[in-house]
Nanobody
Framework: QLQASGGGLVQAGGSLRLSCTVS????????VGWLRQAPGKELEAITF????????DYAESVRGRFTVSRDNAKNMVYLQMNNLKPEDTGEYYC??????????????????WGQGTQVTVSS
């Protein structure tokens, strides 16, 4: 089970930190990705982080502004979002890749994701 939280309304240039709580699985085995769906657009993968080595990658749209991290001891993954832009508005989800690799391919190829959290960036 996955639950994203931490969304809200923020002005352009502001920051938010999203959290993802993972339960019911062996968290250490899986890569975790963050996906988002902007209004009227397809679901897209924006970042992932692997468990084994903590390696992460980012979509060009968020590279340099977003940072993903994980705390395996707490079964938590975080997404620090800085310098937010109106185009970052959307529903954000965290998702599990049971293969442990993670991907930025679209449509996203993740095995499980749960409830999202809404992020709204005003101009």
């Amino acid at each position: 089970q996955l639950q994203a939280s931490g969304g809200g309304l923020v002005q352009a240039g502001g920051s938010l930190r999203l959290s993802c709580t993972v339960s019911g699985v062996t968290f250490d085995d899986y890569a975790v990705g963050w996906l988002r769906q902007a209004p009227g657009k397809e679901l897209e993968a924006i970042t992932f982080i692997r468990s084994e080595d903590g390696a992460a990658d980012y979509a060009e749209s968020v590279r340099g502004r977003f940072t993903v991290s994980r705390d395996n001891a707490k079964n938590m993954v975080y997404l620090q979002m800085n310098n937010l832009k109106p185009e970052d508005t959307g529903e954000y989800y965290c998702a599990l890749d049971t293969g442990g690799i993670g991907t930025l391919e679209n449509p996203p190829e993740y095995d499980f994701w749960g409830q999202g959290t809404q992020v709204t960036v005003s101009s």
